[in-house]
Nanobody, 123 residues
């Protein structure tokens, strides 16, 4: 079992920045790739960014490439999502998740999920 708790969401203006953090507890953190997803009202949950167990591999959705950066600190058992140049279309609930798959992008490849944190970008 892995427990994930997100924090850092909030309200920001267009062009602003936010840093989301996900804290993990339970099973060995380094066994898992980690990812961030988001879900806007009326839309399906979508992949945002992922990072390998070592942190050596990162990958992103095209919509956030160049604006968002995912990172992890295995000693602290945390994964972060730095979001810059935010746009109103980034408004969503953001979830972190863990996976035993290699470079997973689909939500069904992830085993454990946090409760989510709201990000709202005003125009």
């Amino acid at each position: 079992q892995v427990q994930l708790v997100e924090s850092g969401g909030g309200l920001v203006q267009t062009g602003g920045s936010l840093r989301l953090t996900c804290a993990a507890s339970g099973r060995t953190f380094t066994n898992y790739a980690m990812g961030w997803f988001r879900q806007a009202p009326g839309k399906e949950r979508e992949f945002v960014a992922g990072i390998s167990w070592s942190g050596g591999g990162t990958y992103y959705a095209d919509s956030v490439l160049g604006r968002f950066t995912i990172s992890r600190d295995n000693a602290k058992r945390t994964v972060a999502l730095q979001m810059n140049s935010l746009k109103p279309e980034d408004t969503a609930v953001y979830y972190c998740a863990s996976s035993t798959s290699r470079y997973p992008r689909r939500s069904d490849e992830y085993n454990y999920w946090g409760q989510g944190t709201q990000v709202t970008v005003s125009s």
